[in-house]
Protein backbone atom coordinates (compact mmCIF):
# COMPACT_ATOMS: atom_id res chain seq x y z
CA UNK A 1 0.00 0.00 0.00
CA UNK A 2 1.34 3.63 -0.92
CA UNK A 3 2.50 5.39 2.35
CA UNK A 4 3.28 8.97 2.20
CA UNK A 5 5.56 10.76 4.63
CA UNK A 6 5.11 14.51 5.13
CA UNK A 7 8.49 16.74 6.51
CA UNK A 8 8.70 20.52 6.67
CA UNK A 9 6.10 21.54 9.04
CA UNK A 10 7.76 23.88 12.01
CA UNK A 11 6.75 27.08 13.90
CA UNK A 12 7.01 30.18 12.11
CA UNK A 13 6.48 33.90 12.25
CA UNK A 14 3.61 35.50 10.61
CA UNK A 15 5.26 36.58 7.21
CA UNK A 16 7.12 33.59 7.22
CA UNK A 17 7.85 30.59 4.50
CA UNK A 18 7.97 27.23 4.81
CA UNK A 19 8.13 24.77 2.20
CA UNK A 20 6.22 21.52 3.24
CA UNK A 21 7.66 17.79 0.88
CA UNK A 22 5.11 14.52 0.62
CA UNK A 23 7.37 11.52 -0.30
CA UNK A 24 6.68 7.85 -0.70
CA UNK A 25 9.54 5.68 0.03
CA UNK A 26 8.90 1.90 -2.17
CA UNK A 27 6.50 3.42 -4.61
CA UNK A 28 6.37 5.82 -7.59
CA UNK A 29 3.86 8.86 -6.80
CA UNK A 30 4.31 9.48 -11.23
CA UNK A 31 0.62 7.72 -11.78
CA UNK A 32 -1.50 9.70 -9.02
CA UNK A 33 -3.10 13.11 -8.50
CA UNK A 34 -1.49 14.57 -4.96
CA UNK A 35 -3.64 16.83 -2.67
CA UNK A 36 -2.27 19.11 0.65
CA UNK A 37 -5.10 19.21 3.42
CA UNK A 38 -4.85 21.21 6.13
CA UNK A 39 -6.72 20.50 9.50
CA UNK A 40 -7.37 22.21 12.56
CA UNK A 41 -8.81 19.95 16.15
CA UNK A 42 -12.62 20.22 15.64
CA UNK A 43 -12.86 20.81 11.73
CA UNK A 44 -12.61 18.52 8.81
CA UNK A 45 -9.55 18.70 6.34
CA UNK A 46 -9.67 21.42 4.18
CA UNK A 47 -8.65 20.90 0.55
CA UNK A 48 -5.32 23.24 0.38
CA UNK A 49 -3.93 22.68 -3.30
CA UNK A 50 -4.23 19.91 -5.60
CA UNK A 51 -1.85 18.67 -9.04
CA UNK A 52 -2.01 16.12 -11.59
CA UNK A 53 -0.27 13.44 -11.91
CA UNK A 54 1.70 15.33 -14.70
CA UNK A 55 1.99 18.74 -12.47
CA UNK A 56 0.15 20.03 -15.98
CA UNK A 57 -2.59 21.01 -13.87
CA UNK A 58 -3.19 22.50 -10.22
CA UNK A 59 -6.08 24.03 -8.02
CA UNK A 60 -5.87 25.81 -4.71
CA UNK A 61 -8.03 26.79 -2.01
CA UNK A 62 -9.72 30.57 -1.78
CA UNK A 63 -7.50 31.34 0.99
CA UNK A 64 -4.18 30.24 0.03
CA UNK A 65 -4.56 31.66 -3.72
CA UNK A 66 -1.32 34.13 -4.32
CA UNK A 67 0.78 32.93 -1.34
CA UNK A 68 1.14 28.86 -1.98
CA UNK A 69 2.42 26.70 -4.74
CA UNK A 70 2.15 23.29 -5.63
CA UNK A 71 4.59 21.67 -7.49
CA UNK A 72 5.95 17.92 -8.26
CA UNK A 73 9.33 16.65 -8.89
CA UNK A 74 8.69 13.05 -10.16
CA UNK A 75 12.19 12.68 -10.61
CA UNK A 76 12.72 12.44 -6.94
CA UNK A 77 9.23 11.48 -6.27
CA UNK A 78 8.43 14.18 -4.06
CA UNK A 79 5.71 16.68 -4.29
CA UNK A 80 5.89 20.43 -2.37
CA UNK A 81 3.86 22.88 -1.14
CA UNK A 82 5.45 26.37 -0.83
CA UNK A 83 3.97 28.59 1.94
CA UNK A 84 4.45 32.02 1.95
CA UNK A 85 3.26 34.82 3.84
CA UNK A 86 2.16 32.64 6.43
CA UNK A 87 -0.77 33.66 8.75
CA UNK A 88 -2.05 32.45 11.90
CA UNK A 89 -5.12 30.93 10.44
CA UNK A 90 -2.79 28.61 8.70
CA UNK A 91 -1.65 27.27 11.89
CA UNK A 92 -2.63 22.76 11.86
CA UNK A 93 -1.95 19.39 10.95
CA UNK A 94 -0.82 19.60 7.00
CA UNK A 95 -1.58 16.40 5.10
CA UNK A 96 -0.34 15.08 2.02
CA UNK A 97 -2.64 12.76 0.11
CA UNK A 98 -2.58 10.95 -3.60
CA UNK A 99 -5.20 9.90 -5.73
CA UNK A 100 -5.85 7.77 -8.63
CA UNK A 101 -8.39 10.42 -10.26
CA UNK A 102 -7.84 14.52 -10.43
CA UNK A 103 -10.77 17.04 -9.93
CA UNK A 104 -9.37 20.13 -11.93
CA UNK A 105 -11.73 22.44 -10.10
CA UNK A 106 -11.71 21.46 -6.28
CA UNK A 107 -9.18 19.30 -3.90
CA UNK A 108 -11.52 17.34 -2.11
CA UNK A 109 -10.49 15.14 0.20
CA UNK A 110 -12.90 12.66 -0.89
CA UNK A 111 -11.30 11.94 -3.96
CA UNK A 112 -7.68 10.49 -2.58
CA UNK A 113 -7.33 7.68 -1.60
CA UNK A 114 -3.81 6.82 0.37
CA UNK A 115 -2.73 9.48 3.47
CA UNK A 116 0.10 10.33 4.91
CA UNK A 117 0.39 11.26 8.96
CA UNK A 118 0.98 14.55 8.38
CA UNK A 119 2.76 17.69 9.93
CA UNK A 120 2.48 20.33 12.31
CA UNK A 121 2.93 24.00 10.87
CA UNK A 122 2.68 26.29 13.97
CA UNK A 123 2.21 30.43 12.83
CA UNK A 124 2.86 32.40 15.62
CA UNK A 125 5.08 35.50 17.20
Known amino acids: QLQLVESGGDLVQPGGSLRLSCTAS????????IGWFHQVPGKEREGVSC????????NYGDSVKGRFTISRDNNKNTVYLQMNNLKPEDTGYYYCAAGFSYNEYECRARDMDFWGKGTLVTVSS
Open 51 to 58: ISSTGGST
Open 26 to 33: EFTLDYYS
